[in-house]
């Protein structure tokens, strides 16, 4: 485990697990807080350049997962939905990019912590 935790998510349909770093992180039936855990978890660990796609259901939790990854200085290059999943493609923020650390998400998750 790097970092103190680690999340092995799976989809409650089992349409697959979230894999290494930099490919995708599935959360669809994960709650609060452990979804923005390990959205944070996954996003701290990524190289910069690198993208991670995000699966959830929640449009309140994909709102606070935008904040999340737009308050660290991340950039969402991409949203899709297909059916009731939305998927949130996160690309980690360059070497020397500004971070934020002021967003309702992080301090919802710090204050959960």
Same mark, same amino acid.
């Given at each position: 485990?790097?970092? =103190?935790?680690?999340? &092995? +998510? ?5 349409? =697959?697990?979230?894999?290494? &770093?930099?490919?995708?992180?599935? !959360? /669809?039936?994960? =709650?609060?807080? *452990?979804?923005?855990? &390990?959205?944070?978890?996954? !996003?701290?660990? !990524?190289?910069? =350049?690198? /993208?991670? $796609? +995000? +699966? +959830? ?6 709102? $606070?997962?935008?904040?999340? &990854?737009?308050? %660290?200085?991340?950039? *969402? *290059?991409?949203?899709?939905? %297909? ?6 493609? *996160? %690309?980690?923020? $360059? ?16 204050? $959960? !912590?």
């Amino acid at each position: 485990m790097r970092g =103190g935790m680690d999340f &092995a +998510v799976q989809s409650p349909d089992g349409e =697959g697990t979230m894999g290494k &770093a930099g490919d995708r992180l599935n !959360l /669809v039936g994960v =709650g609060w807080p *452990i979804c923005l855990m &390990a959205c944070q978890q996954r !996003l701290s660990h !990524l190289a910069p =350049g690198q /993208v991670v $796609a +995000v +699966v +959830v259901e929640d449009p309140e939790m994909a709102q $606070a997962i935008r904040q999340l &990854a737009q308050g %660290q200085g991340d950039r *969402i *290059i991409g949203e899709h939905r %297909q059916s009731r999943r939305l998927r949130l493609d *996160i %690309q980690k923020h $360059a070497d020397g990019a500004v971070k934020h650390d002021n967003t309702n998400a992080s301090k919802r998750l710090k204050e $959960a !912590l």
